[in-house]
């Protein structure tokens, strides 16, 4: 018999890694807590637990925090896509987290450009999630931490090799012989982070949920892709669908596809058997498999689609 575990992460079922990055003891930070849905993520623990290891081009995380725990300052090479699934979250950017900051609320999405320092913060008052897509197999190899964070990480017990793995001196850890602490970035290197003002980044790089919802009245949403409401090409397109977005029609693709459903209860025919995707859930859908997917009850109902696009991953294509 058929089961969906090789294609079908649940919500609830969810794991977690509480030592993920370099800011895991630092207070105001501490408390966050990291998931790899599929692909191998930018985690620096080997704590990490990866849920689909498959490489699609794209990697699918989350991010949970409680109300006032931050993420710290960092940057990646490929594109960070977040759309808020629970809760209200500041997003702030630049040197030291003070050139502007956006607030998005439940199923709202941000394309976060590359060559910025980006940090996130749980503003409201419960546990919060955040569904991230990062670009390329490898997540454009990792984060990049705004020199304070590195410092103050040091404080507190945890230094980050150059080999990108975290090293816990609480726990008797060292730095291997042959592996050195993780450099701070040049003053050469700090001066091309770009800190792009409010606007640019409310007009070109956010999408608000009820917009994506009145546009997908009778197809899907381009949210981001070559001529979506967000313009780029970071190696994967995202599409929104609502209830009279798609039909009950099976289909196929010949690229992966990952189904992230947001609000109400889609069900979803794959492998000759159906089941009951929640908001929450992640469904990947390999190339080449049939599948069909449609609203099991009446009421509200939204996903995110994410498909792999031929184009490489990398720094951020468009601005506007």
């Not at 790899?36 to 985690?43: A, F, L, W, Y």
């Not at 630049?94 to 709202?108: H, Q, Y």
Request: with cysteine; charged share 20%.
């Amino acid at each position: 018999m058929t089961n969906f575990q090789d294609c079908i992460v649940r919500y609830g079922e969810l794991k977690p890694c509480k030592t993920a990055f370099i800011d895991a003891h630092t207070p105001g930070s501490d408390q966050k807590e990291n998931f790899t849905i599929i692909g191998g993520g930018v985690s620096e623990s080997p704590d990490q637990h990866v849920h689909i290891a498959d490489q699609i081009g794209f990697n699918i995380g989350a991010a949970g925090q409680p109300p006032r725990v931050r993420n710290s300052l960092h940057d990646h090479n490929t594109a960070e896509v977040f759309f808020v699934l629970k809760g209200k979250w500041r997003f702030f950017w630049g040197r030291w987290g003070n050139a502007g900051e956006v607030t998005l609320e439940e199923g709202d999405i941000f394309n976060i450009p590359t060559g910025i320092f980006r940090g996130f913060e749980n503003i409201g008052t419960d546990y919060g999630m955040i569904m991230a897509i990062l670009g390329g197999d490898d997540a454009g190899g990792g984060v990049h931490w705004a020199p304070q964070v590195i410092e103050d990480a040091v404080n507190h017990g945890l230094i980050l090799g150059e080999n990108g793995v975290l090293y816990d001196s609480k726990k008797g850890d060292i730095l291997p012989h042959n592996v050195n602490p993780m450099p701070l970035m040049s003053d050469e290197e700090l001066a091309r982070r770009a800190e792009p003002p409010t606007m640019d980044i409310i007009l070109n790089h956010v999408a608000r949920y009820w917009d994506m919802m009145a546009l997908s009245d009778n197809q899907p949403t381009k949210v981001i892709g070559v001529d979506a409401l967000l313009k780029d090409k970071p190696g994967f397109e995202v599409d929104f669908l609502s209830r009279n977005s798609i039909t009950s029609e099976m289909r196929t693709h010949n690229k992966p596809t990952v189904l992230m459903p947001f609000r109400g209860h889609w069900k979803l025919h794959l492998k000759g058997r159906e089941t009951i995707v929640n908001p929450g859930d992640t469904c990947l859908i390999r190339p080449g498999e049939e599948y069909a997917i449609t609203p099991s009850m009446t009421g509200e109902a939204s996903l995110f689609r994410v498909r792999t696009t031929n184009d490489p991953a990398g720094l951020t294509k468009t601005a506007n």
